[in-house]
């Protein structure tokens, strides 16, 4: 398989570990080793004598019934645990699709969704989210009309990377009623469940139909991205086994260690969430004012659910270049729309980590120095 760059982590390599003002992560405010461990009494002991042998090529079993837990009607015979959420759309997308399949991708989303499903030989349409006066918003007339005797798989990521779009409980029941009247799977990066910012719980992909697939991770709304800790969850149990087989080509077990501390983090999961709401919530207070005092230059449109945004900015200079002189100017890192494909002059803000005020800041003053605002 010949594959396309990964535009996003490209563009991270270059600056993630060396620009000093991340004002564009997507993933929460992580912690220290230390921190996780003090959420449980024995704790340490438990990791001090966790075996690091091969685990289950499925998972640990009790970290798989704690996920199971997140969802309505699914076991822990429905879950299959993945290196992170990157190898868990890798395997699902080899598992189910082949040259000549039809798949319906949310548009803008995170690459993986649509250019694994490419590089295999799939045509791919987009199914866009719009930005309106009320913000992000989408056409289900639009999905309908999109779909082809040869569509096999809608995927979606809800809430969105980039925009904080998020399905309500309707939106998700009308979605997965369209999968079902035309046969097609549908695979959900749920991977920011449990970051809504209304305080709604929307319902899961894989609860509401059986060819469903419902994706999480420890990374992006827990912040505990060095776990490397992710998983499918679906009724479809065929399509388990068939992930279970693939993944012996690719990480084969997940790490031992990362499976006790995610066990551990899953136990205190509803306070590490509770934390990282209150983290964005704070931030998207302090960019409220910000956009509010610069609204000639910026449009706000506010995340639904998570921690990122995708804002607009009225300039006019390609909006990559302008991100490029701020990280190199003055360390402060934006995510600009072409690393999504996306035209115009949007660009990714993060919210989720305790720095934000400080990157704001940092931005303001670069704004002020060009004589922008």
Not at 202 to 214: G, I, Q, T, V
Not at 246 to 257: D, G, L, R
Request: hydrophobic share 40%; with cysteine; net charge negative.
């Amino acid at each position: 398989m010949k594959i396309n760059d990964f535009k996003l982590e490209v563009y991270f390599e270059q600056y993630e570990f060396s620009a000093p003002y991340l004002l564009t992560q997507s993933d929460c405010e992580s912690m220290e080793l230390g921190q996780l461990l003090a959420l449980e009494p024995g704790a340490q002991e438990k990791l001090m004598k966790s075996w690091l042998g091969y685990t289950e090529v499925q998972g640990n079993p009790e970290l798989r019934s704690l996920v199971s837990a997140l969802y309505q009607s699914i076991g822990e015979e429905n879950v299959i645990m993945h290196t992170g959420a990157q190898e868990a759309i890798f395997d699902y997308m080899n598992v189910l699709l082949e040259k000549g399949d039809h798949v319906i991708s949310m548009f803008p989303v995170y690459q993986s969704l649509y250019e694994v499903a490419h590089a295999e030989g799939c045509e791919v349409s987009r199914w866009e989210l719009k930005a309106g006066e009320q913000g992000w918003a989408i056409d289900f007339d639009e999905l309908e009309a999109l779909i082809r005797p040869n569509t096999k798989l809608i995927a979606v990521n809800t809430p969105n990377n980039p925009t904080g779009y998020t399905f309500g409980e309707d939106e998700m029941k009308q979605l997965c009623s369209i999968a079902e009247k035309h046969g097609i799977y549908l695979f959900s990066d749920e991977v920011y469940r449990g970051l809504e910012l209304d305080g709604n719980t929307r319902p899961c992909a894989a609860d509401l139909y059986d060819k469903a697939a419902s994706l999480g991770v420890m990374s992006k709304a827990y912040g505990l991205s060095g776990l490397r800790i992710g998983w499918v969850a679906t009724k479809d149990t065929d399509m388990i086994s068939k992930m279970k087989k693939f993944k012996h080509y690719m990480s084969i077990c997940n790490s031992a260690p990362s499976e006790i501390l995610s066990i551990i983090a899953l136990n205190h999961g509803d306070k590490i969430l509770q934390k990282n709401k209150s983290i964005i919530k704070e931030n998207l207070t302090l960019a409220d004012c910000f956009f509010e005092k610069y609204d000639s230059l910026f449009k706000n449109y506010r995340p639904i659910s998570g921690p990122i945004a995708f804002h607009k900015m009225e300039i006019d200079r390609p909006i990559e270049d302008f991100c490029e002189d701020l990280v190199r100017k003055s360390g402060v890192l934006l995510l600009p729309a072409n690393i999504y494909s996306y035209p115009g002059s949007f660009f990714r803000m993060g919210y989720g980590r305790k720095s934000f005020s400080e990157s704001l800041n940092r931005f303001e003053q670069y704004l002020i120095e060009k004589g922008l605002v």
